[in-house]
């Protein structure tokens, strides 16, 4: 299988073989720069350009290419598309983080000022007691 992805500024185009990872079935793709193959291309440079921008393995494959082809396709290998997703879940988790424990100093706070305040109140009231019984 294969994918098209157009070059920045259109000065070519790039083509991915697209493999599929047998244990976590996560496509990989391979890209392929065929700017200097446009005008070589038997096919004609229409077709490639018209594929560009988006996955072509089908329209690869429904041409028949030879294995000379698939040989001569190599030679414009560029490398791979790294599909790992951005770490922005990750970022969110940091976020999270800070109110989780902001609200727990804030019920800690709470529990604090709880128990001078009963020992004031318990004393405020033990005295009125001794008072009156004087
Ligand atoms: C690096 C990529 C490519 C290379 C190196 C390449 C190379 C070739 C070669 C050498 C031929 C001559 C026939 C053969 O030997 O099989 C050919 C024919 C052809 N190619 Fe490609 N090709 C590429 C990509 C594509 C793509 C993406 C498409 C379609 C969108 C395409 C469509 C065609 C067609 C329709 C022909 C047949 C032309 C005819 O018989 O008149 N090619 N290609």
Redesign the pocket.
Known sequence: M?L?AYKNLGLGYL?CLRHMNNNLEIPEYEV?D?ST?LEE????DD??L??TGKD?TD??E?????????E?????CIGELDLAPPAIPELEIYTKQPTDITQKLKDLRKQYWAVPVAVVGISVVIGVLYWRRR
């Open positions: 294969s098209l083509r392929y065929v193959y291309h038997p096919g004609g077709v490639l018209g594929a072509a329209e690869f429904d041409a028949g290419h030879s294995k000379s082809a698939r001569l396709m190599e030679t414009f």
